[in-house]
């Protein structure tokens, strides 16, 4: 069966490996949206903190010998501490001024981590092994996927969820979606907006980082893993709206399958389709997709 | 005060008249290299220090100058001043598109278009048939300017470079010293009131986008030329980042202080490239320390203490350190 002269199950396949790029695409924008949200910064080291995240699991997994399921969690929350330490030590100074400083400065974050890592391993990457639970592969009738990818599509999708439920339905959600609209008058009520500030942005960089150590067996994990996929992910916070964390989840994964796609009729253009699409969007829709107008 | 910087200036113009005298002092081809990255960076400033406006992706242009003078010379076959005027006017025409369609937002979204857009130029210059794609666009013959100045010799082209780099710097002193640089910094300082004034702002950018987009492209150009190679670094939006860099580094509220900057950046690549990957890691702590207390540059920095004003005045100098983008 063929669709646009393309056999369906190529175009099937493409689908579901867009997904799973996607699911990272999500993730790391979600982060971003949510350090954008509350500190109008453009975290540029987002990418850094995702290759962060996958070095720490690398390194926890050959020098200390843990496994890959207890580095999804301490990758993550190693990431967020040196994240806030980077937050109350630098950033923090920076948040009067023009936003540019705030990407600026992270941007400088993005050679010294990236920098150090290569003095420490060199370029060319370490692998990382697959958990030995998911190395199977599943049989969709179109394509076999392995069952590691399929894991990396719903452990994005879970905590995605998650982290929309804390937004949306917890009180420290609220406190951050106060801060969110006005920092000054939720501090008026007697919120402590500055350690506020710092948890977020552990959070954002400590999904990065889940990201990252996801990405660790599918890439190798090298110096660079980040700032390849930080441009793109920068392209999907835009084109669903700076700061809309829905519209960075739902974009994040569109933008996936949109790739895929791309792939399957001008594979050399898909992984800049992101950009054109990012172009045009903003022509018709300043504020992006999801985004609500303003500056 | 005033004369110590003259004096400075007038002794750094001999040194570099010298440079081709003394290649066992320092190597005459990173020299020309840095007088490229500089007239980048000060065509990069006309921008950021005295529009107000970031753009992000600055190297598309310098990589088109590259590419498109290296195009014309070795497949066309054209003489060096048309191969390097090419480059230079696709400079200038890329510059007017991503001015026109990037400044109908501002700040941080300006920049993300910027950079959306370079990334574009970027796969061109990676799929295109004639650019060599990973190899770069190599030998590209260096020719004779003029039918007169044979440029394989090493001496001519470093007074070439050097005239044309020279011509180019004075293009940006111009522009900010002119009643269109007033307008510019007009711009920069209240938009809307700039507006309110009768001052079309939207064409008004698109032409500053247009010729810091054109100067780019000679200084690629001139590269292209010098290192007879145009290589996807030069189109990078690493490269992009890297001139925000030596513009802030140097000062954006000077005119040629992204030179200093671009001159900083260049000798710590050059001289610390024995250490490998540090260079990346000390690039960084510098531009983190640049961003974090030393906003105002190395030459903003200098003139401000040179000039010694009364506290109140040094005040309101530290307060225009910062640039400021209408939103």
């Known amino acids: 069966m063929d669709l646009f ?96 400083y705030g990407l600026l400065l992270t941007f400088s974050l993005v050679l010294v981590l990236e920098g150090g890592f290569r003095v420490a391993f060199g370029s060319s990457g370490q692998a990382y092994a697959t958990p030995e639970a998911l190395r199977g ?21 879970t905590v995605c ?35 506020l500030v710092t948890l977020t942005y552990g959070a954002g960089v400590g999904l990065a980082a889940f990201a990252g150590v996801l990405a660790a067996p ?59 699409v990012m172009v045009l969007v903003l022509l018709v829709r300043p504020a992006g997709l999801f985004g609500r107008t303003e500056g | 005060m005033q004369t110590a910087l003259r004096l400075v200036a007038v ?5 570099l008249l010298a440079v081709p ?92 278009i910027t950079l959306a857009m370079s990334q574009l130029v970027y796969f061109f210059y990676l799929q295109a048939p004639f650019t060599g794609a990973e190899d770069g666009m190599q030998q590209i013959p260096r020719g004779t300017l003029f039918g007169l100045l044979d440029l394989h010799n090493d001496v001519t082209l470093y007074y070439v470079v050097f005239a044309t780099i020279a011509g180019g710097l004075w ?20 938009e809307p009131r700039a507006i309110s004034l009768g001052y079309p702002v939207a064409r ?34 690493h490269t992009s980042g890297d001139v925000v860099l030596m513009t802030l580094l140097g000062g954006m509220n000077t005119v040629f202080g992204p030179a200093a900057g671009a001159l900083l950046v260049s000798a710590l690549t050059r001289y610390l490239d024995p250490f490998g990957a540090w260079v990346t890691v000390v690039i960084g702590v510098v531009f983190m320390a640049c961003v974090l207390v030393f906003r105002e540059g190395i030459v903003g920095k200098l003139q401000h203490v040179l000039r010694r004003r009364p506290r109140e005045k040094r005040q309101a100098v530290d307060r225009e350190g910062m640039v400021r983008t209408s939103e």
Request: with cysteine; charged share 10%.
């Open chain 1, 5 to 100: 002269g393309v056999p369906i199950q190529a175009l099937l396949g493409q689908l579901m490996l867009g997904i799973v790029n996607g699911s990272f695409y999500a993730v790391l924008s979600l982060g971003l949206a949510i350090i954008f949200g509350v500190l109008k910064i453009v975290n540029f080291a987002h990418g850094a903190f995702f290759m962060l995240g996958a070095f720490v699991a690398f390194m926890a997994g050959s020098y200390l010998g843990i496994d890959y399921w207890a580095a999804l969690l301490i990758a993550p929350l190693v990431v967020a501490g040196i994240g806030m330490l980077f937050e109350y030590l630098f950033l923090r100074r920076v948040y009067g001024l023009d936003p540019i």
């Open chain 1, 137 to 157: 592969a599943i049989n969709l009738g179109f394509m076999i996927l392995p069952e590691y990818r399929a894991f990396v599509v719903a452990a994005s999708v």
């Open chain 1, 161 to 195: 969820l998650a982290t929309w439920y804390v937004i949306e339905r917890t009180r420290l959600g609220a406190y951050l979606r106060a801060a969110t609209e006005r920092s000054e008058l939720t501090g008026a009520f007697g919120i402590n907006v500055p350690l």
């Open chain 1, 218 to 276: 599918i890439f190798h994990v090298n110096p660079s893993m980040g700032s390849t996929l930080v441009i793109i992910v920068f392209a999907v916070v835009v084109i669903g709206g700076l700061g809309s964390i829905f519209g960075a989840v739902v974009t994040g994964l569109g933008l996936g399958i949109v790739e895929g796609f791309t792939r399957v009729f001008y594979s050399e253009f898909s992984s800049t389709i992101v950009f054109l």
């Open chain 2, 11 to 15: 002794l750094a113009l001999a040194a």
């Open chain 2, 21 to 112: 005298l003394f290649p066992q002092i320092v190597y005459p081809v990173f020299v020309m290299q840095t007088l490229c990255f500089m007239l980048f960076a000060c065509a990069f400033n006309l921008l950021l220090g005295h529009t107000g406006i970031l753009s992000f992706g600055h190297a598309a242009f310098l990589g088109s100058g590259a590419y498109i003078t290296g195009y014309c010379a070795k497949f066309l076959a054209l003489p060096a001043e048309l191969s390097i005027l090419a480059g230079t006017l696709t400079g200038a025409a890329l510059g007017a598109v991503f001015g026109a369609l990037a400044i109908r937002r501002s700040g941080i979204y300006l920049a993300m």
């Open chain 2, 171 to 190: 293009v940006v002193w111009r522009t900010v010293n002119s009643p269109f640089g007033a307008v510019l910094r007009a711009i920069r300082e209240h």
């Open chain 2, 204 to 237: 008004y950018k698109v032409v500053v986008f247009t010729l810091s987009a054109g100067l780019s492209g000679l200084a690629g150009s001139m590269k292209a030329i010098i290192f007879q190679l145009a290589a996807l670094n030069d189109v990078h939006w």
